[in-house]
């Protein structure tokens, strides 16, 4: 098989590199080796026509739950790699809550060892910040940094600590590591299980006011500025975290931010008659805090968009919406969810492909993020005007948790290459072993 | 109507065909011992109610219903079955309604998602509590007749409160106005958008009212910081004799039971000649008559 491939005359948008065109790229050996505004002639190359598509540097996923080890039956690092590269995502970064938590190299090493049987897409792990996500006792951050951890977090709790908290952001300059922290005062929140608002009001359910995620992510600005240290806000909800996260960025910390699609698209109406797939945490905010994150993410305060995949059984959304587990997949649905924010104006398509590749890649440091000679071949090549509806028993993730079965969206992924070996192509997982 | 989850969304002349079949069955009414003759009605309490289950007991044998009554007290829930594997099992059993009083709120509406049967709310968490404003707007119009241009005052724990919220719904389709009054960590947001007003000084609005309700407070509640004690909840929000000489002559005192004399009504106006606390368990059975002929049609 050719090492050699040719993708010709789509529309590469590269946005760390400047470019919107239509171009030729040349993989060679897992590597772009050239991207070119001329047509180009290679020998033995395989050539892909990509014309009236769009060739994007393959996306990057800061937040995805993997459920593996402890919860194979919600998802697998298998089941997980295949809903990546099915939308578009040659790179995950794996989060710690699992069973048993990634607090040590054991566990890690596990990780790394079934994504490489996967051989789908790139997973890099974030290790924890305490042990066993108990919020108590620091883990080991150079041993988890040895075996390849990319970022601590205690993802899924916050780390009500500040004492513990200002000193992960201290020791973790060690290893230059970005710290990302799920911002939520658990006094504030209490028994939340949604936004406090109207919609709760009249659901009668527990509400959560922002003040729970804005309180927590003052509390970290001020320990940043302190510590000189580096943080990620993971999952961006609301108008107030993104007001204070502009101004740290603007006063020169060393903070990076995500928001997922599900926060710049739903607000917590979608809960409408206890609909348990519109839980997740931080909950479904207001049309005014949507508003927020979308400027966020076009002004640059967000870096990212993540999509926080947390795959769920029947099981624990066939519930009272009280005794429901919070989360929703995202994978699958991610790229026409950020599409529709450029069809509807909001951004242009630049942005919204720096958002799911550039910005990804430097606020953690990662390879790919673009396509200049020399970057790894992981590249997202889509279809910009086709329709869809999704359907979430076609998911390639072995969860169906979705608020968005039956929407309607425009863009869909053709081809997922990564590293030049192409794994996802109309609707197909590649098995090309 | 197939379910009664809420009176959320309910139409006023959905309301009051049900209050108008509720009359007929007060008058004694044709007999009616026969529609539901044969049938069964099963009464699923997750939560106690003795109050709620008699009352709807007693409203499907007056419809010649069979009632099962199922309750949480060692069946297999507390063996960690869900509520859609327990209902199912009532449901093989071929109930023509299943009537819900649960802890969380939406309950009954993720079961009227899984079956077949009727549904009725008969209380779900901090939600609604239908038949319970349906028999106060019951008891508010045999006095008055009609409900529009009156002043309703909800006194207490609003946003625990499944009352207060279908009441809020209730009377305002009929045509009143509805005031309610807390201290503000219970009031919550948005409320004004589905028509009500919003106090916290309750001396103020007692010369207005046409009726008060005052809600049960919950003592469980001072633990978790809404109101310091108890006994200055009774203080500021009780309604206490003397707070009773400042409401209109002819005004009306309500309280969906059950009361906790001394706390936020005082014994002597619960017992006084404006409650008609007697008269709302009384015409319970009559609401739920209706409510049952209704949704079993
Ligand atoms: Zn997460």
Redesign the pocket.
């Given at each position: 098989m050719s090492s050699t491939i040719l993708l010709s005359r789509g529309r590469v948008v590269d946005p760390r590199n400047g470019v919107d065109g239509v171009r030729d790229v040349l993989v060679r050996d897992g590597t772009i080796a050239e991207v070119s505004e001329a047509p180009l002639k290679v020998q033995d190359a395989r050539v892909v026509d990509a014309t009236g598509k769009l060739v994007l540097p393959g996306f990057i996923d800061l937040?995805v739950?993997l459920r593996e080890p402890g919860e194979e039956g919600k998802e697998t690092i298998l089941t997980g790699c295949m809903a990546a590269v099915a939308g578009g995502f040659t790179a995950v970064v794996a989060?710690p809550?699992t069973k048993p938590v990634n607090d040590s190299v054991l566990v890690s090493e596990y990780v790394k060892a079934k994504a490489r049987e996967a051989r789908l897409c790139h997973v890099y792990l974030a290790g924890a910040i305490t042990k066993g996500l108990q919020g108590e006792e620091m883990a080991e951050m150079g041993a988890l940094v040895g075996a390849g951890c990319v970022c601590i977090t205690d993802?899924?709790r916050p780390v009500m600590n500040a004492g513990l908290m200002r000193r992960a952001l201290q020791y973790a300059q060690l290893f230059n590591l970005p710290v990302m922290v799920?911002e939520e005062d658990l006094t504030l929140s209490g028994k939340g299980v949604m936004n406090e608002g109207r919609a709760s009001t009249r659901l009668g359910l527990t509400g959560i006011p922002p003040s729970a995620e804005v309180a927590m992510v003052a509390r970290d600005m001020v320990l940043l500025e302190e510590t000189k240290g580096r943080l990620h806000v993971?999952?961006v909800s609301c108008e107030g975290s993104v007001r204070l996260i502009r101004e740290a960025k603007r006063r020169g910390l060393n903070v990076t931010a995500e928001a997922t699609p599900h926060h710049f698209i739903l607000d917590d109406e979608a809960v409408g008659a206890y609909d348990t797939h519109a839980r997740m945490n931080p909950p479904l905010r207001t049309r005014r805090d949507i508003e927020a994150v979308r400027e966020g993410l076009v002004d640059g305060t967000i870096d990212a968009i993540a999509t926080?995949h947390?795959p769920h059984g029947v099981l624990e959304k066939q519930v009272e919406f009280d005794k429901a587990w919070n989360?929703v997949v995202g994978l699958e649905t991610a790229l026409g969810l950020t599409l529709s924010l450029v069809r509807e104006g909001v951004m242009s398509l630049q942005r919204a492909v720096a958002l799911l590749t550039d910005g990804p890649a430097r606020a953690f440091g990662l390879a790919g993020g673009h396509l200049a000679a020399g970057a790894p071949a992981d590249i997202t090549v889509v279809e910009p005007e086709a329709e869809w509806t999704v359907d979430s028993a076609r998911f390639f993730s072995r969860s169906r948790n979705t608020p968005f079965h039956g929407r309607r969206l425009t863009g869909r992924v053709a081809q997922t290459w990564v590293s030049g070996r192409l794994v996802f192509e109309d609707g197909q997982i590649k098995e090309s072993r | 109507m197939r379910h009664l989850l809420g009176i959320e969304g309910l139409r006023r002349a959905d309301i009051e065909a049900l209050l108008g079949r509720a009359e007929a069955h007060l008058h004694g009414g044709p007999d009616a011992s026969h529609v539901l003759r044969g049938r069964v009605i099963a009464n699923l309490f997750f939560e106690d109610s003795t109050r709620t289950r008699t009352s709807f007991e007693m409203a499907a044998h007056a419809l010649g219903a069979e009632v099962l009554n199922w309750t949480t007290a060692g069946s297999s829930v507390s063996k960690g079955e869900t509520l859609l594997d327990t209902v199912r099992n009532i449901e093989a059993t071929g109930p023509v309604a299943l009537i819900i009083r649960h802890r969380s709120s939406g309950a009954p509406h993720l079961v009227a998602r899984h079956v077949r049967c009727a549904v009725v709310n008969a209380g779900d968490g901090t939600h609604e509590h239908p038949s319970q404003a349906l028999l106060d707007a019951f008891t508010l119009r045999r006095r008055w007749g009609r409900l529009d241009g009156r002043t309703v005052l909800i006194v207490g724990d609003i946003l625990h409160s499944r009352v207060a919220r279908s009441n809020l719904h209730c009377l305002t389709a009929l045509g009143a106005k509805v005031v309610l009054c807390g201290p503000p960590t219970l009031l919550p947001p948005g409320l004004e958008s589905f028509g009500a007003e919003l106090t916290t000084n309750l001396d103020a609005a007692l010369p207005r009212a046409d009726a008060v309700m005052c809600l049960r407070v919950q003592s469980e509640r001072q633990g978790e910081n809404f109101f310091p004690s108890t006994r200055e909840f009774s203080r500021m929000y009780g309604l206490n004799a003397a707070r009773a000489e400042r409401l209109k002559p002819e005004a009306l005192v309500l309280h969906p039971g059950p009361m906790n004399r001394g706390v936020e009504i005082a014994p002597a106006v619960a017992d006084g000649p404006r409650s008609v606390i007697l008269e709302q368990v009384a015409h319970g059975v009559a609401v739920r008559r209706a409510i049952l002929e209704e949704v079993c049609r």
């Amino acid at each position: 098989m050719s090492s050699t491939i040719l993708l010709s005359r789509g529309r590469v948008v590269d946005p760390r590199n400047g470019v919107d065109g239509v171009r030729d790229v040349l993989v060679r050996d897992g590597t772009i080796a050239e991207v070119s505004e001329a047509p180009l002639k290679v020998q033995d190359a395989r050539v892909v026509d990509a014309t009236g598509k769009l060739v994007l540097p393959g996306f990057i996923d800061l937040h995805v739950h993997l459920r593996e080890p402890g919860e194979e039956g919600k998802e697998t690092i298998l089941t997980g790699c295949m809903a990546a590269v099915a939308g578009g995502f040659t790179a995950v970064v794996a989060m710690p809550n699992t069973k048993p938590v990634n607090d040590s190299v054991l566990v890690s090493e596990y990780v790394k060892a079934k994504a490489r049987e996967a051989r789908l897409c790139h997973v890099y792990l974030a290790g924890a910040i305490t042990k066993g996500l108990q919020g108590e006792e620091m883990a080991e951050m150079g041993a988890l940094v040895g075996a390849g951890c990319v970022c601590i977090t205690d993802d899924g709790r916050p780390v009500m600590n500040a004492g513990l908290m200002r000193r992960a952001l201290q020791y973790a300059q060690l290893f230059n590591l970005p710290v990302m922290v799920h911002e939520e005062d658990l006094t504030l929140s209490g028994k939340g299980v949604m936004n406090e608002g109207r919609a709760s009001t009249r659901l009668g359910l527990t509400g959560i006011p922002p003040s729970a995620e804005v309180a927590m992510v003052a509390r970290d600005m001020v320990l940043l500025e302190e510590t000189k240290g580096r943080l990620h806000v993971a999952h961006v909800s609301c108008e107030g975290s993104v007001r204070l996260i502009r101004e740290a960025k603007r006063r020169g910390l060393n903070v990076t931010a995500e928001a997922t699609p599900h926060h710049f698209i739903l607000d917590d109406e979608a809960v409408g008659a206890y609909d348990t797939h519109a839980r997740m945490n931080p909950p479904l905010r207001t049309r005014r805090d949507i508003e927020a994150v979308r400027e966020g993410l076009v002004d640059g305060t967000i870096d990212a968009i993540a999509t926080d995949h947390a795959p769920h059984g029947v099981l624990e959304k066939q519930v009272e919406f009280d005794k429901a587990w919070n989360g929703v997949v995202g994978l699958e649905t991610a790229l026409g969810l950020t599409l529709s924010l450029v069809r509807e104006g909001v951004m242009s398509l630049q942005r919204a492909v720096a958002l799911l590749t550039d910005g990804p890649a430097r606020a953690f440091g990662l390879a790919g993020g673009h396509l200049a000679a020399g970057a790894p071949a992981d590249i997202t090549v889509v279809e910009p005007e086709a329709e869809w509806t999704v359907d979430s028993a076609r998911f390639f993730s072995r969860s169906r948790n979705t608020p968005f079965h039956g929407r309607r969206l425009t863009g869909r992924v053709a081809q997922t290459w990564v590293s030049g070996r192409l794994v996802f192509e109309d609707g197909q997982i590649k098995e090309s072993r | 109507m197939r379910h009664l989850l809420g009176i959320e969304g309910l139409r006023r002349a959905d309301i009051e065909a049900l209050l108008g079949r509720a009359e007929a069955h007060l008058h004694g009414g044709p007999d009616a011992s026969h529609v539901l003759r044969g049938r069964v009605i099963a009464n699923l309490f997750f939560e106690d109610s003795t109050r709620t289950r008699t009352s709807f007991e007693m409203a499907a044998h007056a419809l010649g219903a069979e009632v099962l009554n199922w309750t949480t007290a060692g069946s297999s829930v507390s063996k960690g079955e869900t509520l859609l594997d327990t209902v199912r099992n009532i449901e093989a059993t071929g109930p023509v309604a299943l009537i819900i009083r649960h802890r969380s709120s939406g309950a009954p509406h993720l079961v009227a998602r899984h079956v077949r049967c009727a549904v009725v709310n008969a209380g779900d968490g901090t939600h609604e509590h239908p038949s319970q404003a349906l028999l106060d707007a019951f008891t508010l119009r045999r006095r008055w007749g009609r409900l529009d241009g009156r002043t309703v005052l909800i006194v207490g724990d609003i946003l625990h409160s499944r009352v207060a919220r279908s009441n809020l719904h209730c009377l305002t389709a009929l045509g009143a106005k509805v005031v309610l009054c807390g201290p503000p960590t219970l009031l919550p947001p948005g409320l004004e958008s589905f028509g009500a007003e919003l106090t916290t000084n309750l001396d103020a609005a007692l010369p207005r009212a046409d009726a008060v309700m005052c809600l049960r407070v919950q003592s469980e509640r001072q633990g978790e910081n809404f109101f310091p004690s108890t006994r200055e909840f009774s203080r500021m929000y009780g309604l206490n004799a003397a707070r009773a000489e400042r409401l209109k002559p002819e005004a009306l005192v309500l309280h969906p039971g059950p009361m906790n004399r001394g706390v936020e009504i005082a014994p002597a106006v619960a017992d006084g000649p404006r409650s008609v606390i007697l008269e709302q368990v009384a015409h319970g059975v009559a609401v739920r008559r209706a409510i049952l002929e209704e949704v079993c049609r």
